[in-house]
């Protein structure tokens, strides 16, 4: 069973930094482009970064381009967001989600997300 | 910069309606163009992928359609379980805004 189990989360001030973790199991992670989504109270998703397979490529919203930094460890089957400078505007729940690939092509298996709150 | 823009941002309608949500590209994005279903404290869920392929073990009353700039997603006959947010996305990274759908 493919499973994604976020964690890192918490409450940081504002310029805090906080490393977010996504724990894989169930299929060879190795083998998928993962992504971060996140998304604010009560408000609705917003792409946040993605990594290639072997973590030689790397995207950002523009949002976050600068701050934050996403990488995995294959050997570990762990995909990170490493989060600097954050922004009261960075509060949300942050979702890792695995790329699909083959016939289906989206955000196919997603965590349960964990919670950043930024706030002094 | 592409934008989606979704609409409506909310709906309601009886069980048993048809439900149609636009999403508009501001630019040509072919068909790269996803569909999400995301319940409350949920993650989001997966239901149309390239614009009109429905996922494995999706019910058949969701459908997806267009290509280029304007989308459509269907659901032909609105049941309580679809109550939910949804969501599009253009490929791998921009989402659009959501269209809250809820039973009248």
């Known amino acids: 069973e493919v499973q994604l189990v976020e964690s890192g989360g918490g409450l940081v001030q504002p310029g805090g930094s906080l490393r977010l973790s996504c724990a894989a199991s169930?299929?060879?992670?190795?083998?998928?482009?993962m992504h971060w989504v996140r998304q604010a109270p009560g408000k609705g998703l917003v792409w946040v970064s993605r990594?290639?397979?072997?973590?030689?490529?790397?995207s950002y919203a523009d949002s976050v381009k600068g701050r934050f930094t996403i990488s995995r460890d294959n050997a570990k089957n762990t995909l990170y967001l490493q989060m600097n400078s954050l922004r009261a505007e960075d509060t949300a729940v942050y979702y890792c989600?695995?790329?699909?690939?083959?016939?289906?092509?989206?955000?196919?298996?997603w965590g349960q997300g964990t919670l950043v709150t930024v706030s002094s | 910069d592409i934008q989606m823009t979704q609409s409506p941002s909310s709906l309601s309608a009886s069980v048993g309606d048809r439900v149609t949500i636009t999403c508009q590209a501001s630019?040509?994005?072919?068909?790269?163009l996803n569909w999400y279903q995301q319940k409350p404290g949920k993650a989001p869920k997966l239901l149309i992928y390239?614009?009109?392929n429905l996922e494995t073990g999706v019910p058949s009353r969701f459908s997806g359609s267009g290509s280029g700039t304007d989308f459509t997603f269907t659901i032909s006959s609105l049941q309580p379980e679809d109550i939910a947010t949804y969501y599009c996305?253009?490929?791998?990274?921009?989402f659009g805004g959501g269209t809250k759908v809820e039973i009248k």
């Open positions: 989600a695995r790329w699909e690939v083959g016939a289906t092509t989206g955000l196919g298996y």
């Open positions: 169930g299929f060879t992670f190795s083998s998928y482009w």
């Open positions: 990594i290639n397979s072997d973590g030689s490529s790397t």
């Open positions: 630019q040509d994005i072919s068909n790269y």
């Open positions: 390239d614009a009109s």
């Open positions: 996305q253009q490929y791998d990274n921009l």
